[in-house]
T-cell receptor, first 115, second 110 residues
Framework: DTGVSQDPRHKITKRGQNVTFRCDPI?????LYWYRQTLGQGPEFLTY????????KSRLLSDRFSAERPKGSFSTLEIQRTEQGDSAMYLC?????????????FGPGTRLLVL | RKEVEQDPGPFNVPEGATVAFNCTYS??????FFWYRQDCRKEPKLLMS???SGNEDGRFTAQLNRASQYISLLIRDSKLSDSATYLCVVGRGGSYIPTFGRGTSLIVHP
């Protein structure tokens, strides 16, 4: 399967714990995006990488959130000191950046539940 | 006002019906427009891009109205398999960051 993959698919954690999610984009894609989606809402942009450079971060991304894409391939999203409000689906998407009219391909998401 | 607004529905239609969704956007500098489909508990997938001249893909037709700042999606001859949430996506000019609407839920019944 050469699509976008995410790991883990589900994560249950206790409030205050740290969690880390991984995203493997489609191999030739240079752009990688993280989104958060809650029930009944569309995906909300969190952050975006072009190759290894993190070019934009949403105001939604508090200091407890950090993302990396060290070699311009896979990416990790870490949430420190999780809160119940962090419970959501975390989606990763990648695209081949050739302009504005580009298709994003999404991974299956990591569903986080903070107890 | 939200940057991208959609009626969440649900739209309940019988098989074979024609159904249309609208999506309004607030930023007049928006440059790119898409419709994505999302099945329950699955990831979004691109349905179609929306071009200034409008475009059609089988039973699906997308239109852009820049003057009134909305895009539309028309589905003809609805199938049971069309049941899903349809997400409107708008890209800002000069930015690769798209904004998603909250989605419109479509339920096609026999």
């Amino acid at each position: 399967d050469t699509g976008v993959s995410q790991d883990p698919r589900h994560k249950i954690t206790k409030r205050g714990q740290n969690v880390t999610f991984r995203c493997d984009p489609i191999s030739e894609h240079n752009r990688l995006y993280w989104y958060r989606q809650t029930l009944g809402q569309g995906p909300e942009f969190l952050t975006y990488f072009q190759n290894e450079a993190q070019l934009e971060k949403s105001r939604l991304l508090s200091d407890r959130f950090s993302a990396e894409r060290p070699k311009g391939s896979f990416s990790t999203l870490e949430i420190q000191r999780t809160e119940q409000g962090d419970s959501a689906m975390y989606l990763c998407a990648s695209s081949l950046g050739t302009g504005n009219q580009e298709t994003q391909y999404f991974g299956p998401g990591t569903r986080l539940l903070v107890l | 006002r939200k940057e991208v607004e959609q009626d969440p529905g649900p739209f309940n239609v019988p098989e074979g019906a024609t159904v249309a969704f609208n999506c309004t956007y607030s930023n007049s500098a928006s440059q790119s427009f898409f419709w994505y489909r999302q099945d329950c508990r699955k990831e979004p997938k691109l349905l179609m891009s929306v071009y200034s001249s409008g475009n059609e893909d089988g039973r699906f037709t997308a239109q852009l109205n820049r003057a009134s700042q909305y895009i539309s999606l028309l589905i003809r001859d609805s199938k049971l398999s069309d049941s899903a949430t349809y997400l409107c996506v708008v890209g800002r000019g000069g930015s690769y960051i798209p904004t998603f609407g909250r989605g419109t839920s479509l339920i096609v019944h026999p």
